[in-house]
């Protein structure tokens, strides 16, 4: 067994199932478009709806 402090390789679990030679990209730099602002929205309206309206349902206002 290893121990978690021993160094075994340059293998990480970052590593795993990407691409080594793409260049990198995160979330903030993909492309999108309307489409994916309006099912954002869709979204945060449904959520507001679920932590807001239903308590205050559950309260008769």
């Known amino acids: 067994m290893v121990a978690d402090t021993e160094h075994t390789d340059d293998d990480t679990a970052a590593d795993v199932g990407h691409d080594l030679e793409a260049e990198r990209t995160t979330a903030p730099m993909s492309e999108y478009t309307a ?8 979204i945060f309206l449904v959520g507001t709806v679920i932590a807001f309206g239903i308590p205050l349902l559950s309260l008769g206002l």
């Open 35 to 42: 489409r994916d602002v309006g099912v954002g929205v869709a």
